[in-house]
């Protein structure tokens, strides 16, 4: 089965850095776009970043550009999201999506929790 697993949450300082990882198995990665959502406590989940499936394409949500890095290693079959310049708006749960680039079928992971806080 399809299993998609975040990881690199943590409670960390405003200015600071953090580097989230999503590693996917059961399905054919590099026939997925990848995109990194977030959800803050009491707000609806917000796209962060999106990157396609050869890795060639980014997006990203205005609040993020500049500060937020998205990327793919297609053969270790992970996505990754470097964040840096964290503040405290950007404290949330942060997930990994994946969209088949022809079917649209999509799989979430868990999520992973980004505090930052002094």
């Known amino acids: 089965q399809v299993q998609l697993v975040e990881s690199g949450g943590g409670l960390v300082q405003p200015g600071g850095s953090l580097r989230l990882s999503c590693a996917a198995s059961?399905?054919?990665?590099?026939?997925?776009?990848m995109r990194w959502y977030r959800q803050a406590p009491g707000k609806e989940r917000e796209l962060v970043a999106r990157i396609s499936s050869g890795g060639g394409s980014t997006i990203y949500a205005d609040a993020m550009k500049g500060r937020f890095t998205i990327s793919r290693d297609n053969a270790k079959n992970t996505v990754y999201l470097q964040m840096n310049s964290l503040n405290s708006e950007d404290t949330a749960l942060y997930y990994c999506?994946?969209?088949?680039?022809?079917?649209?079928?999509?799989?979430w992971g868990q999520g992973t929790q980004v505090t930052v806080s002094s």
């Open positions: 059961g399905l054919t990665f590099s026939s997925y776009t």
């Open positions: 999506n994946a969209q088949h680039v022809y079917t649209r079928r999509d799989y």
